[in-house]
T-cell receptor
Framework: GQQVMQIPQYQHVQEGEDFTTYCNSS?????IQWYKQRPGGHPVFLIQ?????EVKKQKRLTFQFGEAKKNSSLHITATQTTDVGTYFC??????????FGKGMKLTVNP | NAGVTQTPKFQVLKTGQSMTLQCAQD?????MSWYRQDPGMGLRLIHY???????DQGEVPNGYNVSRSTTEDFPLRLLSAAPSQTSVYFC??????????????FGDGTRLSIL
């Protein structure tokens, strides 16, 4: 079935640094969703990308869908302590299944 | 607007016991699903439903049953609990006719321990 691989699984950055995390698939994706889960909380929807090469921004977060629709990236500019949490990508895994990656856990050193 | 409500929030069971995790949504969403979250494993889909009376298996369905008699409710049943089912369980829903293509609204989760 459809699988999305997230890299890296863990990321530790200094406050103020930029970083990028990736979500990759071996097959073409119809769309991709990104979620954020704060420690002790539940996943919260951030964005959905549908079109090839699509780029969307939310304040300091930039999301991109690859031209071949097989990968996606999340770039965070000037990381803040409020960005701490686990970021998930998710995509349809055939029929109506929404399959999540294993997540990227972000910690920030203030 | 309550959104997605899961009960209980915490539960401890003994091996072999049965229980039902409740999930209710008040957004008239057609699509509902159950995930389990384990350290390093992300969110794994257990079962999902595209509407009342329709359910299907996800990635890890063994040991779990579901039913969908109403649009609002999607309970998850553990028939004979095993320690391997110790996990955090999340229920999610989405609507607008797009099923899993729509943003998922998650409940707060049920933290389940099997001794």
């Amino acid at each position: 079935g459809q699988q999305v691989m997230q890299i890296p699984q863990y990321q530790h950055v200094q406050e103020g640094e930029d970083f990028t995390t990736y979500c990759n698939s071996s097959t073409t994706l119809s769309n991709i969703q990104w979620y954020k889960q704060r420690p002790g909380g539940h996943p919260v929807f951030l964005i959905q990308l549908v079109k090839s090469g699509e780029v969307k921004k939310q304040k300091r977060l930039t999301f991109q869908f690859g031209e071949a629709k097989k990968n996606s990236s999340l770039h965070i500019t000037a990381t803040q302590t409020t960005d701490v949490g686990t970021y998930f990508c998710a995509s349809q895994g055939g029929s109506e299944k929404l399959v999540f990656g294993k997540g990227m856990k972000l910690t920030v050193n203030p | 607007n309550a959104g997605v409500t899961q009960t209980p929030k915490f539960q401890v069971l003994k091996t072999g016991q049965s229980m039902t995790l409740q999930c209710a949504q008040d957004m008239n969403h057609e699509y509902m699903s159950w995930y389990r979250q384990d350290p390093g494993m992300g969110l794994r889909l257990i079962h999902y439903s595209v509407g009342a009376g329709i359910t299907d298996q996800g990635e890890v369905p063994n040991g779990y049953n579901v039913s969908r008699s109403t649009t609002e409710d999607f309970p998850l049943r553990l028939l004979s609990a095993a320690p391997s089912q110790t996990s955090v369980y999340f229920c999610a829903s989405s609507g607008a006719g797009g099923g899993s293509n729509q943003p998922q609204h998650f409940g707060d989760g049920t933290r389940l321990s099997i001794l």
